[in-house]
């Protein structure tokens, strides 16, 4: 209700919650001998604490740092590439906006679909696969391709239609599909100099994998973790439970976002997503390989898998694009105005970089709302 939301975004009870944080975590700042650090997964999470200045509310004690939390910043430079030939050959791309820009891994033109499409390139934005399927149902003699790139929250999309066999022979699908359990792990592991002190884990893709699916953070790396929700409020009282845990010497897993997210997640989603898709290791975009973090169409369905379709296998190509350090924003080793490219040759009306590109990238979020 409205009610809800205006309580939800109220700015005296932002600052009340802000003060507390700010309490809480002096002992622990003594303790660490720097700011808590503290790691928002999801890219909205970031506009949140961007567009209502919630840095600004804390003190020097912490830090908010975004994480990889975006589909398309992560999605690889070769699917762009291939998608790129393939509007030149026979196939209509159909993509979500997000993805129309996302600059493949050669800085020559056609760098994107949006400038495929300039030079003749079959393209076409669509808004959901509802619409693909129906564009293709209606064009029973041409050929096309849908794009799916994202995370948990966009799957079942696609897998639901494809379990139920409702995608025609002439649409096919690149599944760009990533998990997100699985690049918090590899961060922990891989990037221990990042150090995070607490997690804020995405509510959206919560509501689908449920939140017990983040009860490795505390148990295996004693990280405190809260799957939060998407207004201020729910953000800050997200910080503030970190930060008490952290206090405490007690990490555990909260789901502050429980009006949205069951422990279990959906699960007759899930069943449906297993189903279709087996969970294979996956390249992320300038990152590299992570186990299980990625999605492939099992047997009864690999006839809709464009790869498979043209007889090609996944391929890993260098994408990071000169200069561009989005791998590293993804990641949490930089911010987006460590970048020299940002609001230089990078910005959100002529992105360079796939983080410049999506409403979801650190690097677009930083340059519209700072
Ligand atoms: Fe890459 Fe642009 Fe972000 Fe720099 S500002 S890291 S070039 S996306």
């Not at 970048?339 to 970089?353: H, I, N």
Request: with cysteine; hydrophobic share 40%.
């Amino acid at each position: 209700s409205s009610e809800l939301v205006n309580l939800l975004r109220s700015r005296e009870y932002g600052l009340k919650i802000a003060n507390e944080v700010n309490k809480e975590s002096e002992n622990i700042v003594k303790r660490l001998g720097r700011p808590v650090r503290i790691m928002n997964f999801c890219g909205t999470h970031e506009w949140t604490i961007t567009h209502y200045g919630i840095r600004s509310l804390m003190s020097h004690n912490i830090e908010l740092i975004p994480g990889p939390g975006c589909p398309v910043c992560i999605t690889p430079g070769y699917y762009v590439d291939l998608l790129i030939d393939l509007s030149f050959n026979n196939y209509t791309v159909l993509t979500y906006g997000d993805a129309y820009k996302l600059p493949g891994t050669s800085g020559k033109k056609p760098r994107s679909l949006f400038q495929a499409a300039s030079m003749g390139g079959r393209v076409k934005v669509i808004y959901s696969f509802t619409d693909a399927v129906k564009i293709a149902t209606e064009k029973p003699s041409e050929k096309f391709v849908f794009f799916a790139v994202g995370f948990e929250t966009t799957i079942p999309a696609t897998a639901i239609p494809i379990f139920y066999r409702k995608v025609p022979d002439n649409l096919y699908v690149l599944i760009a599909y990533r998990y997100t359990p699985p690049v918090m792990k590899y961060l922990l592991i891989n990037h221990p100099e990042v150090e995070i002190d607490g997690i804020i884990a995405p509510g959206h893709v919560s509501a689908i994998i449920g939140s017990e699916s983040w009860r490795f953070l505390p148990e295996e790396f004693r990280i405190p973790v809260v799957v939060s929700g998407f207004e201020p409020i729910d953000v800050l009282t997200s910080i503030f439970l970190i930060v008490k845990m952290l206090n405490e010497g007690k990490p555990n897993l909260v789901n502050e976002y429980s009006r949205v997210v069951k422990p279990e997640g959906s699960t007759f989603v899930k069943e449906i997503m297993n189903r279709v898709h087996e969970n294979v290791d996956s390249y992320w975009r300038g990152i590299g390989v992570i186990p299980g973090s990625g999605a492939k169409l099992r047997d009864p369905y690999k006839r809709l898998d464009i790869l498979t379709h043209l007889g090609l296998e996944e391929k890993i190509v260098e994408d990071k694009l000169p200069g561009c350090i989005c791998d590293k924003v993804v990641l949490g080793l930089a911010k987006p105005v460590d970048c020299p490219l940002f609001m230089k040759a990078c910005k959100p009306q002529s992105p360079y970089g796939p983080c410049m590109v999506s409403s979801e990238g650190a690097c677009r979020i930083w340059a519209e709302n700072i």
